[in-house]
C-alpha cells in the first residue's frame, strides 16, 4: 500500500486579509469543489473553523454517494489550518493548507498526505483513475481561485508523487 503526497501552489493578486477569511469559512468549500463531485455540506449549524471542529459532508465518486467527515486538527487563524479525514473513501486524507503575504498577494499552499484503501488495487486505482481525477479536482479549485482573487489563469503548480 502507497502513501502519496500531492502539493500545490498558487499565487493570487489578492492580499492574505481577503484571501484567508474565504478558505476559513467552510461553506466556502462547496464552491471550490468541480460539479461532477455534488458536493454537499451536511452539517447543521454554523460553521465555525477551530481545532476539533467536525464537518460532514457527501460527495459522488462515479455516480457513487459517499460520507465524508473532516476534523480541524490545527488552525492558525490567518497563517494554516490543517482538516483531517476522519470517514470517507480514503484510508488517510490530511490536508494542510497554508497562505503567505508575497510580491502584494497571497501565496497558497497545500499538503495533502493520502493513502488508498484496498492495498495493491487501491494503488492499481491511483494509477488508473484517481490520480487524473486528483488532477482535475485541482485544477478546477485553481480556476476558481483565480476567478475570485486574481493572479494568472494556469497559475496552479501541482504534484502528485509517492512518498
Given at each position: 500500500m502507497s502513501r502519496y503526497e500531492l502539493v500545490a501552489?498558487?499565487?493570487v493578486?489578492?492580499?492574505?486579509?481577503r484571501v484567508v477569511p474565504f478558505f476559513e469559512a467552510p461553506e466556502n468549500l462547496e464552491q471550490l469543489t468541480p460539479p461532477?463531485?455534488?458536493?454537499?455540506?451536511?452539517?447543521?449549524?454554523?460553521l465555525k473553523m477551530r481545532p476539533g471542529a467536525i464537518i460532514d459532508y457527501t460527495i459522488s465518486l462515479r455516480?457513487?454517494?459517499?460520507?465524508?467527515?473532516t476534523s480541524i486538527e490545527e488552525y492558525e487563524p490567518g497563517a494554516r489550518f490543517i482538516d483531517t479525514q476522519l470517514r470517507g473513501p480514503y484510508r488517510l486524507w490530511r490536508h494542510l493548507h497554508t497562505f503567505e503575504a508575497?510580491?502584494?498577494?497571497t501565496r497558497l499552499s497545500d499538503r495533502v498526505e493520502f493513502e488508498l484503501p484496498f492495498g495493491t488495487l487501491g494503488d492499481l486505482a491511483f494509477r488508473l483513475?484517481?490520480?487524473?481525477?486528483?488532477?482535475?479536482?485541482?485544477a478546477y479549485r485553481a480556476h476558481e481561485i483565480h476567478?475570485?482573487?486574481?493572479?494568472h489563469a494556469g497559475g496552479q503548480e501541482l504534484s502528485i508523487r509517492p512518498i
Open positions: 501552489t498558487q499565487w493578486e489578492s492580499p492574505p486579509e461532477f463531485l455534488c458536493f454537499r455540506i451536511r452539517t447543521q449549524g454554523e455516480g457513487l454517494p459517499l460520507g465524508w467527515r508575497e510580491r502584494d498577494g483513475f484517481v490520480r487524473a481525477d486528483l488532477e482535475k479536482i485541482f476567478r475570485r482573487f486574481g493572479g
